[in-house]
């Protein structure tokens, strides 16, 4: 299983970004990906979550902010980042986990305690002017 991110940067706060993350060596039909978020010396923070049904959850902190979505087709995830402030500076990764039958309480709980088997190698995002 590989994940590769793409998409960081550096953008001004109220700009927007759009992640991708590929994947490859899997069956993406089974599989619940999610993003992390992690800055140096702090906690790392789920984002947002996708299971194979589609059905989402977000953090607070990004709720009406970013979006998570999927191309089945393509095995890409995406995660659309709106209005961006400082505080979502910080390196972005992808996860992966074969997961079917999920529900909303278990999505949420995967992005709390991240657990997750495959991670990719990060991408870093800039919040600055």
């Known amino acids: 299983v590989q994940l590769v991110e793409s998409g960081g940067g550096l953008v001004q706060p109220g700009g927007s970004l759009r992640l991708s993350c590929a994947t490859s060596?899997?069956?993406?039909?089974?599989?619940?990906i999610a993003w992390f978020r992690q800055v140096p010396g702090k906690e790392r923070e789920g984002v947002a979550i996708?299971?194979?049904?589609?059905?989402?959850s977000y953090a607070n902190s990004v709720k009406g902010r970013f979006t998570i979505s999927k191309d089945n087709a393509e095995s890409t995830v995406y995660l659309e980042m709106t209005s961006l402030i400082p505080d979502d500076t910080a390196i972005y990764y992808c996860?992966?986990?074969?997961?079917?039958?999920?529900?909303?309480?278990?999505?949420?709980?995967?992005?709390?305690?991240?657990?997750?088997?495959?991670w990719g190698q990060g991408t870093q995002v800039t919040v600055s002017s």
């Open positions: 060596g899997m069956d993406f039909n089974y599989y619940c």
């Open positions: 996708i299971d194979n049904d589609g059905t989402t």
């Open positions: 996860a992966a986990d074969p997961r079917l039958r999920t529900n909303i309480a278990t999505i949420q709980s995967m992005l709390r305690f991240g657990n997750f088997g495959y």
